[in-house]
Structure formats: structure tokens, C-alpha cells
């Protein structure tokens, strides 16, 4: 069975850190170009993070310097390294993994930051 299953979100304090892992079952991760979205309260799904199969990175402005992607394929697994979090931050997280007409979507992990 195709599934992509994130975790590690929960509720952290503003300045913290958490990191994300989005496993990968039933295909290989690896030729895989990998997304990080998220969706906060009242706003629309926004893209974050991309790693391509070629380990290319690239961030949404309002979190460049703040959140790396990486990815072990060994694991078949994405991560998402958040530090110095925000309140703004505060969304579900959704992993998605594409190659040419293959598209997956986990069902997201919650972000909340707040003191």
C-alpha cells in the first residue's frame, strides 16, 4: 500500500525547534521530488520546502535561514528541521512526493507555537 505518513509536529514555544519525517511506504522516495506544505488556520495551503531527486533545495521567503529539508533514502524518509519557530508557523504540515504522474499526499502532522 502507497503511503506517505508524517510526524513530530506538537506544541512548542516560540523560538523552539521541532523536526518533521514524512516515511514513505510501497514506493521508493528516492527519484521522488519532495514537498513540504502547510495549511494554517483560515489560510490556504502555502508550499515550504522542496527537495528534488537530485538533493536541490529550495524554501518559501518567510522561512529561509529557519527550516532545512533533507532526506534519507535509505529510510525512505524527508524531514523538515524547523528552529526558531513563530507563531505564524502554526499549521498542518502536509508531505507530498511527486514523479511524473505519480502524486502522493500524507495526511499532516499539527504545528502549533504558542507561549
Known amino acids: 500500500q502507497v503511503q506517505l505518513v508524517e510526524s513530530g509536529g506538537g506544541l512548542v514555544q516560540p523560538g523552539g525547534s521541532l523536526r518533521l519525517s514524512c516515511v514513505a511506504s510501497g514506493f521508493t522516495l528516492s527519484a521522488y521530488t519532495v514537498k513540504w506544505y502547510r495549511q494554517g488556520p483560515g489560510k490556504e495551503r502555502e508550499l515550504v520546502a522542496t527537495n528534488t531527486a537530485a538533493d536541490n533545495t529550495d524554501y518559501a521567503d518567510s522561512v529561509k535561514g529557519r527550516f532545512t529539508i533533507s532526506r534519507d533514502n535509505g529510510k525512505n524518509t524527508v524531514f523538515l528541521q524547523m528552529n526558531s519557530l513563530k507563531p505564524e508557523d502554526t499549521a498542518v504540515y502536509y508531505c507530498?512526493?511527486?514523479?511524473?504522474?505519480?502524486?502522493?499526499w500524507g495526511r499532516g502532522t499539527q504545528v502549533t507555537v504558542s507561549s
Open positions: 507530498n512526493a511527486r514523479w511524473y504522474i505519480y502524486n502522493y
